[in-house]
């Protein structure tokens, strides 16, 4: 391209950004605390980590202390089949295959592992001659009679650790994680019946609360709501309503929708903030779907203040961090924002994107806080990485080298909880697996496995740009069960000028790009790539369709050959 037609094109690129029919953009308060651009700024490779993570930690012959962290469990509950454990936190002394018979291990990470690595390319029916997609039937617990996805294989390891059976979010969401894998692999025998009964349990489930998840659990066998001492968990209404409007648009049975909306009315009444662990995106990004699908009017803005504000009573903090600890910003990582002064977790920060990143596709509104929100996590969760964050400011820097570049600390904390290490400076990488089993785990268990095998969700969504502090998020990626799409890419510019860059489209596509925020096609017959200007702290919300294709409305929809581009498109683009 010479010089004086590239300076037109992005020059009439930008006029069109800045001045086109912009749709207003709804702030999240929470994410306006945080930095534009954060200190110590760097976006580590997150794809080229999850490859690493799932070619290191699948070894069987791989050497060091407290390594292989997997192991065959050969119990063969509920499938009469084998299935391969990993461990939750390095050198966990109630797992491996001489504890406890080998039964304890969780889905969080067995399922966190498999739907990572599936995102960032991986086969996981067909990995090192094993179908680890297959093993995952065994977490189905029909040999209970509850019949869904749960975080054990059996009752007997259950009270070892992570809730099971008493703990409902440890219960409804090893079912979104299964939804998730079974996007990505359809024709898995047995999955579809599976599927299908999870979904009969949970909207029946539902039927039954009748609006009131006012409860600890909800016992899936006897079909009954239950309470112990754990606190109620409300939002468990967000999963089912997840999972159920997963099943609505695989099967297309309109019950599941029915339940779906039935679950969200129940979420949405909420009159006070029932956030417990990492649900409640999942509901906010199910309200703008919602909303945008079937033209409903959920109170998007509700739930996602309540995902991110720190304002529950019974999970006391439980949100989005906001600090600037000893010149690190950590903002946007996801965890108590009230204990010891914060203490963020690297599982539900991986976990937060999965949900709000493809929301942008069903509501632009929110493309600058969500993208100004993703550049801030994905900045901070290099933190967890022993290689990321300095010595002075880990609980074991000596030991962490035996998480071989892929096991990342469980938690950053202000103050540490261990007396051990109260000394250390904020922001402080550490883990809570030497609480588990006081006195017996190693200091080792603070490295998460079961956090750091959920990175393939970072790593499908994340590509640099060619200005450090724009990222390029595919909303696709962890889209699940959606309808057909064209590639539709979020970007964001943090900065206080405007700032040029370069998008390169698929080798052999002719392709226009149009802006769902500003309403307007910014480009015609890109082959390979184009530069585009953003304005100062603005998005945009880039669909690539074909060229030249048919462009048709239907009530605020705006569609180019029969697939929807826009779900609120406005009037100038009719």
Known sequence: MNRKYRFLSYSILFVVLSCG??????????????????????????????????????????????????????????????????????GDVRQGPNH????????????????????????KTKSDGRNYVAMLKNYYNSETGWNIMMNNTCPEVALLGGGY???????????????????????????????????????????????????????????????????????????????????YKKFGDKKYLDGAISALNALQAQKTNPTYELLMPFG????????????????????????????????????????????????????????????????????????????????????????????????????????HMPDEHESIPEEASVGKGVIAYEGIIKKSNMKKYEHVPAPVAQGDGPL?????NPPESQLSVYGSGHVGIFGSIIKKTGV??????????????????????????????????????????KVDFYDT??????????SKSQEITLKAKNSAVIVMVPSGAKITHSGSKMLVNGIVVDYHATAKNK
């Open 21 to 90: 029919a912009q749709v207003k953009q709804q702030p999240i308060p929470r994410v306006d605390q945080m930095p534009d651009v954060p200190a110590h700024f760097e976006i580590i490779d997150y794809n080229k980590l999850a490859l690493d993570f799932d070619r290191t930690v699948y070894d069987f012959n791989a050497k060091g202390e407290f390594w292989p962290l997997v192991w065959v469990d050969n119990s063969q509950k509920n499938s009469k089949q084998d299935v391969v454990g990993i461990y939750t936190a390095i």
């Open 100 to 123: 406890n018979k080998g039964m304890f291990h969780e889905a969080l990470a067995t399922m966190g592992a498999t739907l990572g690595a599936s995102l960032v390319g991986i086969d």
């Open 165 to 247: 059976g008493r703990d409902w979010w440890y219960d409804v969401y090893p079912n979104l994680l299964f939804y998730a894998i079974y996007d990505q692999y359809p024709n898995e025998p047995e999955y579809e019946k599976m599927a299908r009964t999870i979904a009969d349990k949970f909207y029946e489930a539902d039927k039954i609360l009748a609006g009131n998840y006012d409860y600890s659990y909800f016992d899936y066998g006897k079909m009954t709501p239950m309470k112990n001492n754990i606190c109620a968990q409300p939002d468990a209404s967000a999963g089912h309503a997840w999972v159920l409007y997963a099943a």
């Open 284 to 387: 906010a990004a199910l309200a703008a779907r919602i909303n945008a699908e079937q033209g409903k009017n959920f109170d998007v803005n509700k739930m996602l203040h309540w995902t991110f504000d720190g304002t529950p009573i019974c999970r006391e903090g439980w949100g989005v961090l906001v600090g600037n600890w000893n010149g690190y910003d950590i903002s946007g990582i996801v965890g108590s924002t009230v204990d010891r002064g914060g203490y963020g977790f690297l599982m539900n920060t991986y976990d937060m994107a999965w949900p709000l990143i493809p929301m942008v596709r069903y509501d632009q509104s929110y493309a600058n806080a969500i993208g100004k929100w993703m550049l801030n996590a994905a900045n901070a969760s290099k933190f967890f990485y022993p290689e």
């Open 436 to 440: 588990w089993v006081e006195n017996q």
């Open 468 to 509: 450090d502090g724009i990222l390029r998020l595919d909303l696709n990626a962890t889209d699940f069960f959606a309808d057909k799409s064209y590639p539709s890419y979020l970007f964001y510019n943090p900065f206080n000028e405007p700032k040029s860059f370069s998008v390169t489209v698929d080798e052999g596509n």
């Open 517 to 526: 925020v500003s309403g307007t096609f910014i480009a015609k017959s890109v």
